[in-house]
């Protein structure tokens, strides 16, 4: 299978191995009725088995149902389905579909695929709102055979963070380890009790999806992530695990583009922003994703964020980005006083052609508003072409008086109509907030505006 990769520039990781954590001894929780190892109804015996579960209520009042799959086949299981019911003390499901009564509610676990003899966590959360649980069941309801060719992955850097606020944070890198590239399909954590049931575990999407073979010189072989979970009690830091379903990619093709950070800082509210261009250095324009990882002085990764360019980047051309959506730095003083490095890169994964066409619009009338570290700008679009457009994307960077780029946002203008006619003209306002400890003397606005061309 062909995939288009994409190379990648990687600032300020460093290096200390971990692949699993037992950092202190675990307190005991008092979880809400548990059940015995469920097994499933295949054609190999034990096939695949529920090995444990667990309830507890969250700082949230939900109501979660945690637990671990295991595949005990020598078989590669995919598309496993379970069914939860949830009753009350009358044995009354409290689920409901659409306002209506149902017997059980289907969900799937946090990996799509395990190979044999891999687990994968999963949870069902519950509004309390809607009644008080008494009592869970969990079932294996459908599952396939299918297909997987392992890569070769490690962790390193991982620590778990309890921010005291009734959640965990469980951060690390990802690392191929592998002669090819690999991808990763999907990522979960999890805290375990001493017998190594799962008490809380999530899933994650902050991350590069497709990794370098290992040693790649600009260090595409590994990605930061943040995984975040509910803390089920307790006041010890129990064991972490973690779970990835990661394959080789075949055929793997390249795009080159470079990610370049020019900023990074909090702003007045405590949020962190990881400012720079992404270049496309090909002869088509393409569309990707930055994924960005904060780390501390001895390496460890604090938090990483992602965020999707707002417009293609055009052959040959640059593109700013701001990531600036951190889970566990933000409005976090004690973990953003940790941040000592960045690191950015686009996600191979995520980066190819894109299917609509674009056009250059104008923008005019523009007036800047300055209030302390938050500029407001406003200004109108003009459609200056001859088509109809579905929406515009208005981008504002902010460049210092030696033109380096120090923060940039961006807004969708849509029009009261079905579309955007040609001629058409719309306004826009975007707010931008700088670092509040940087002097803006000399500091310059530039932006640009792309239309979506309608269907």
């Not at 999907?186 to 999407?205: E, H, K, Q, R, T």
Request: net charge negative; hydrophobic share 35%; aromatic share 8%.
């Amino acid at each position: 299978m062909s995939r288009k990769i994409a190379h990648v520039i990687i600032v300020g990781v460093l290096g200390l191995y971990l692949v699993a954590c037992s950092a202190a001894t675990p307190t005991s929780m008092t979880p809400t009725p548990n059940q015995p190892p469920v097994i499933a109804n295949t054609p190999e015996p034990g096939a695949l088995a529920i090995s444990s579960t667990n309830a507890f209520v969250d700082t949230y009042g939900a109501y979660r149902v945690v637990g671990m799959l295991v595949n005990q086949s020598s078989n590669v299981l995919t598309s496993i389905e379970l069914a939860i019911e949830i009753k009350d003390t009358s044995g009354n499901s409290l689920l409901k579909d659409n306002g209506n009564p149902v017997a059980n509610a289907k969900f799937h676990p946090m990996l799509y695929t395990l190979a044999p003899g891999e687990s994968s966590p999963f949870e069902y959360s519950y509004d309390t709102a809607n009644g008080i649980p008494a009592s869970y069941s969990v079932k294996i309801s459908s599952l396939k055979s299918g297909d997987a060719n392992r890569a070769n992955l490690t962790a390193e850097n991982v620590q778990l963070i309890d921010n005291g606020s009734g959640w965990y944070y469980l951060t690390g890198s990802l690392v191929n380890k592998g002669n090819q590239w690999a991808r990763i399909n999907d990522l979960a954590g999890a805290i375990l009790d001493p017998s190594n049931n799962v008490l809380s575990a999530d899933w994650s999407a902050t991350y590069a999806t497709e990794l370098a073979p290992t040693g790649d010189s600009s260090g595409a072989d590994r990605t930061p992530f943040e995984i975040n979970f509910p803390k089920p009690g307790g006041s010890v830091t129990p064991p972490w695990s973690l779970y990835w379903d990661a394959d080789v990619v075949d055929n793997a093709s390249t795009y080159p583009v470079t990610v370049v950070i020019t900023n990074g800082y909090l702003d007045q509210y405590g949020s962190q922003h990881i400012v720079g261009w992404v270049t496309n250095n090909s002869d088509k324009p393409l569309n990707t994703l930055v994924v960005a990882g904060l780390y501390a002085q001895n390496g460890n990764v604090l938090d990483s964020g992602f965020s999707y360019l707002p417009i293609p980047v055009k052959a040959s051309a640059s593109v700013p980005f701001s990531v600036s959506s951190f889970n566990n730095v933000d409005y976090n003083p004690a973990q953003a006083a940790l941040v000592r490095t960045f690191s950015a890169q686009v996600d191979p994964g995520s980066t190819n052609p894109p299917n609509d066409e674009y056009v250059e619009l104008k923008a005019s009338g523009e007036t800047v508003q300055k209030d302390g570290a938050i500029w407001t700008i406003n200004g109108s679009i003009t459609n200056t072409s001859d088509k109809n457009l579905g929406s515009a994307t208005v981008i504002v960077s902010v460049l210092d008086n030696q033109n380096n780029l120090v923060a940039m946002e961006f807004t969708t203008v849509f029009s009261s109509g079905a579309a955007i006619a040609a001629g058409e003209t719309d306004t826009y306002s975007v707010s931008i907030s700088l670092d509040p400890n940087i002097d803006s003397t000399g500091f310059t606005v530039t932006t640009t505006a792309t239309g979506d061309v309608s269907q």
